[in-house]
């Protein structure tokens, strides 16, 4: 994985009066990293989000993107960035295609018609180009989002909840999509969201912020691995020598017999094959293995606290 | 009460002139009456209180008994009464009596002064005055005073068609108390009250009418009085 | 990119359905008071000269094009404010409303260009409603009444202006009055920059001019060194080219002033919205 740091956000603080939205958010963003950014409601995501777009000016902290002060290469910085913030909003008494050219307008880039039919092809709108944007529902709107996103062959794309108020079908189609422009295109993408489940099916690296705060910042794979689970272990018999083995075996795992067939234990989620490995080399017979506690846990674990 | 007032002043001033005013006033009428109809290019110059304009070129049209239509290309002012109106009412033999009110020297002729009251009561002339040039039969001076305007003064200076009594210069005094500006309209800008006040200290305006290319008696078709 | 943006704005003026209540609204109007004046003009008139005309009398076509023209003015400068602000109060404040400011303001175009584009937008707009006002007043009046002299009414007497005089007059009087009205599409951007609604604006605009014109109206000492300063007392300016002599200085004046309202208006409006966080 290339390790050149496009976002490089450090100690981000920002007031509205005597409210902080958000107090100390730092992270990094890689090239070629599907970032997640996930915090629950309020957390802040959204003025760091703004912050990053230069919406909203920081009272404190840093911005580098693409290696340069935001404030300071604004403008040639936002030529290589697309961005949906909170919800895509249009002119809704213009059609698609005008809304579309509007803004490749003043992209930064010269855009063709040819690259915004493609576009539109490519979020699955082509057909509607001339319809009024005023009559779009709300996931060809997010659609149409994206397409404007992309009109200009972004190097950095950043959506700000992609997939908030979408239908299940559109959510998938949402995700979809942000894993085409990370294989087929190789962008760079970082999107926010209050629910882990969206962050683990596309992002690599992501960072958790609360109460304006980063709780935590590393790769998907590994933050999950390193939390402990509470795992469920359902034998045929014999838990309780079931639980004997494992206390021998595993000396750092909390285990109890909840019944004769039932063991629960508190472990990291990279144990859990070896676990089953041991019992199953001992010669009980396993029914189930049930990861209960998930990285979701761990999110509202850490949010709460 | 009134009235007999008057006579008996008329008397009084008959008695002081051998002159009969009614025999002036007529040979002055005859004179004018001489002009059937007439066509005249005027030039128009007024410097009334709040009116500015510039002098302006008008064709004037007269056309007897009491037809007269003024055309111009751009906004004429002219004075209402004094034009047609005086011969309409010097016409109508019966309609006044004329009383001598002595001699007066304008310029260097000596004029009689005749004073003419209308004999009915409601009209809105009340009191006619004509300077007359017994020599020529021509008003030289008339000041006229009525309810609706007050009092008017035009001096008439004669040149060729003095034979027909028709002036080529009338120069109106008029009256101007009357006047007033709807507020609500004048709402412009750059108001001066102090031009308001100074305007409305000099209470007479002067309109001069300058004739020339007189055509008398050539006949006008009664068509050209219509209105528009 | 200003003027990329610049085109952007003539797409979203010209595509809003509320650009064309304004013209819809000035030639209804106009045409209203043309029909009017035809039917009754010489009443309307006689309100005027009622107190000349007992002692003289106004020869030629007084109710001419050019009147009807004056008196087109004279009865809109009251109400093309609005129209004006109806389209101006709009630009910045409804694309926040709308929530495209937000994805505005992600381009690469600063934020003092987006508020200058919007400015020759709007500025292109009045301009528009100025010549459609124009329009219909002289040309369409001058086809209705014909032409001739100009009898204006101020408030130190009649003018009679030369018909051959007048045109010019009309040129620099209109011109005065695009002044007076990019004064009123400079305060209401300005207040657009504050607001995050499409109302909010519109109504302060008017609002202003309101409060301003009866500041300017009430003859109570206490205000006389407040009112040259009011942009409202010199919207009106376009009324002294029918003045005679012109007051030239005065007329300067308040050009100077007015030029100073939109310079300010568009000052205050550039500084805000260059440090307004965009929460919309």
């Not at chain 1, 838990?239 to 206390?247: F, G, H, I, P």
């Not at chain 2, 111009?72 to 006044?96: D, R, V």
């Not at chain 3, 609005?82 to 694309?95: H, M, N």
Request: aromatic share 8%; glycine share 6%.
């Amino acid at each position: 994985m290339n390790q050149e740091p496009i976002i490089e956000v450090k100690g981000l603080q920002k007031n509205f009066g005597a409210f902080t939205a958000v107090k100390d958010v730092s992270f990094t963003v890689n090239k070629g990293d599907v970032f997640g950014f996930l915090g629950p409601n309020g957390a802040g995501k959204s003025t760091t989000m703004r912050c990053m777009l230069s919406l909203i000016k920081p009272n404190a902290g840093q911005i580098n993107i693409f290696g340069k002060n935001l404030f300071e290469a604004r403008n040639e910085i936002l030529a290589k960035v697309g961005s949906i913030v909170e919800k895509p909003d249009f002119y809704k008494y213009l059609s698609a295609r005008k809304n579309l050219e509007i803004f490749a307008r003043i992209s930064g880039a010269d855009v063709s018609q040819q690259t915004i039919f493609e576009t539109l092809d490519f979020v699955g709108l082509a057909g509607r180009e001339k319809d009024k944007v005023g009559g779009f529902s709300h996931g060809m709107r997010q659609r149409l989002g994206i397409a404007q996103t992309l009109l200009h062959q972004p190097e950095l794309i950043i959506l700000d909840e992609p997939t908030t108020g979408l239908d299940p079908q559109g959510i998938i189609e949402v995700r979809d999509l942000i894993l085409r422009l990370k294989n087929e295109q190789n962008k760079t993408v970082i999107l926010s969201s209050h629910q882990l489940a969206e962050i683990e099916h596309v992002a690599n690296r992501m960072v958790i912020i609360n109460k304006g705060q980063t709780i935590i910042e590393g790769s998907v794979s590994e933050l999950m691995n390193a939390q402990e689970t509470l795992l469920s272990i359902e034998l045929l018999e014999r838990s309780n020598e079931a639980l004997y083995l494992l206390q021998q075996q595993f000396a750092q795992i909390k285990a109890e017999a909840i019944s004769p067939k039932t063991l629960e234990l508190n472990v990291e989620r990279n144990l859990i094959p070896a676990i089953n490995s041991a019992l199953v080399n001992a010669g009980f017979e396993v029914v189930a293995l049930e990861p209960k506690r998930t990285l979701e846990d761990f999110f509202i674990q850490m949010t709460q606290s | 009460m009134k009235l007999s007032f008057l006579l008996s002043l008329l008397f009084l001033t008959h008695l002081t002139s051998a002159q009969d005013p009614n025999e002036l006033v007529k040979a002055v009428r005859l004179k004018l009456e001489k002009v059937t109809d007439y066509a005249a290019d005027v030039h128009i110059k007024a410097q009334v209180p709040m009116i500015k304009i510039d002098e302006v070129d008008a064709k004037i049209f007269y056309k007897q008994p009491n037809q007269m239509k003024v055309e111009s290309k751009g906004i004429a002012i002219l004075p209402k009464q004094g034009l047609g109106e005086l011969n309409n009412f010097l016409t109508n033999e019966k309609g006044y009596t004329c009383a001598l009110n002595g001699s007066k020297m304008l310029g260097d002729v000596k004029t009689t002064v005749v004073s003419v009251l209308p004999l009915t009561e409601n009209a809105d002339v009340i009191l006619v005055k004509l300077w007359i040039d017994p020599a020529k039969d021509l008003i030289l001076k008339s000041q006229i005073t009525s309810k609706s305007n007050g009092t008017l003064d035009i001096n008439y200076y004669y040149g060729d068609q003095a034979k027909y009594g028709l002036p080529y210069k009338m120069v109106f005094t008029i009256d101007v108390k009357k006047f007033k500006l709807p507020k609500s309209v004048a709402a412009d800008l750059h108001q001066n009250k102090k031009k308001t006040k100074a305007t409305e200290g000099s209470q007479t305006g002067t309109i001069v009418l300058q004739f020339s290319n007189y055509k008398v008696n050539q006949g006008i078709p009664a068509s050209k009085f219509k209105a528009n | 990119m200003l003027w990329k943006n610049t085109y952007n704005e003539f797409i979203k003026i010209l595509a809003k359905p509320r650009s064309y209540i304004g013209l819809a609204a000035l030639t209804l109007l106009i045409l209203i008071i043309l029909f009017a004046m035809k039917a009754d003009g010489r009443m309307y008139i006689s309100f005027v000269t009622a107190s000349f005309e007992q002692t003289l009398s106004f020869n030629g076509n007084i109710l001419n094009g050019n009147l009807i023209a004056f008196i087109v003015l004279q009865m809109l400068i009251v109400h093309i404010p609005l129209l004006v602000a109806l389209v101006t109060g709009d630009l910045l404040s409804g694309e926040a409303a709308m929530g495209t400011l937000r994805m505005l303001l992600t381009k690469p175009i600063s934020r003092s260009q987006v508020v200058y584009s919007k400015l020759i937008a709007a500025a292109a707009y009045t301009f528009i409603l100025v010549v459609w006002m124009g329009f219909l007043a002289l040309v369409v009046g001058r086809w209705m009444f014909g032409t001739g002299d100009l009898i204006v009414l101020n408030s130190d007497g009649l003018v009679i202006l030369n018909y051959a005089d007048i045109l010019w007059r009309y040129g620099l009087a209109f011109a005065v009055a695009y002044l007076a009205l990019m004064t009123i599409a400079t305060l209401s951007i300005a207040f657009s920059a504050f607001a995050d609604n499409s109302i909010g604006p519109i109504v302060s605009t008017m609002a202003v001019i309101i409060l301003f014109t009866i500041i300017g109206s009430l003859d109570v000492s206490v205000f006389d060194h407040v009112k040259p300063w009011l942009f409202t007392t010199h919207m009106a300016s376009w009324r002294s080219f029918f003045s005679d002599p012109v007051p030239w200085a005065a007329i300067r004046e308040s050009v100077w002033i007015l030029l100073g309202h939109n310079i300010l208006f568009i000052g205050i409006a550039i500084i805000k919205f260059k440090h307004k966080d965009i929460t919309s």
